[in-house]
């Protein structure tokens, strides 16, 4: 499975744009770039994902670099709600299926937003 | 619409006792997930169905078994629970196999074993 690289942890405040970064040197031609973000006490839930071109949704932005190396998740406005885990995978195929859901979700970054 | 649900929400349970962690999920998804998540810690698969009938070991899947008769059901079974297995569990399911499908999870059950 393709490898990603996220920062430990962020810190916003209320109401700025924060820019999450994401590395994934070894990414294929086919991976998409998925972002999910787990709130407290809560399952993971999607946010956002693209394959080369930037994408655009009610929650995030999700710049790609030309080179797809590398991503970056915007949320344009921090709200105290967006304090979570954000986590960067790719999705491959393999054995004629998505990766996706077997993939390990790691630590991610952990974004603190302060009022 | 419901999504995936998952029941109880928080167990307790004695070392050695069994219990069942529900999952069902309304959207006529082909592809459902267990996971557990220590704290701290990412999100390990310990099995997975690709659908009715058929089920598969994912990373850690010693401890548990799983059924799946049917689309919408895939229940996690703990046999003789061990403190080890202390966790937050949740399940998830896909639609299909195509890379930009989207995961939907449950909200997790929290088991403690003491």
């Known amino acids: 499975d393709a490898k990603t690289t996220q920062p430990n942890s962020m810190e916003s405040n209320e109401e700025e744009p924060v820019h999450l970064p994401c590395n994934h040197s070894?990414?294929?031609?086919?991976?998409?770039i998925h972002w999910y973000r787990q709130l407290p006490s809560q399952g993971p839930e999607y946010v956002i994902h693209?394959?080369?071109s930037n994408v655009n949704n009610r929650m995030a932005s999700l710049a790609i670099a030309e080179d797809r190396k590398s991503s970056t998740l915007i949320l344009h406005r921090a709200t105290l709600r967006d304090a979570a885990v954000y986590y960067c995978i790719l999705s491959s195929l393999e054995l004629g299926g998505s990766t996706l859901g077997r993939l390990y979700f790691g630590r991610g970054t952990q974004l603190t937003v302060w009022p | 619409n419901a999504g995936v649900t998952q029941t109880p929400k928080f167990r307790i349970l004695k070392i050695g006792q069994s219990m069942t962690l529900q999952c069902a999920q309304d959207m006529n998804h082909n592809y459902m997930y267990w996971y557990r998540q220590d704290p701290g810690m990412g999100l390990k698969l310990i099995y997975y169905s690709v659908g009715a009938g058929i089920t598969d070991k994912g990373e850690v899947p010693n401890g548990y078994n799983v059924s799946r008769s049917t689309t919408e059901d895939f229940p996690l079974r703990l046999e003789l629970a061990a403190p080890s297995q202390t966790s937050v569990y949740f399940c998830?399911?896909?639609?299909?196999?195509?890379?930009?499908?989207?995961?939907?999870f449950g909200s997790g059950t929290q088991l403690s074993v003491l």
């Open positions: 998830a399911s896909i639609r299909g196999q195509a890379t930009n499908e989207k995961l939907f």
């Open positions: 070894t990414i294929s031609g086919t991976d998409y």
């Open positions: 693209g394959l080369t």
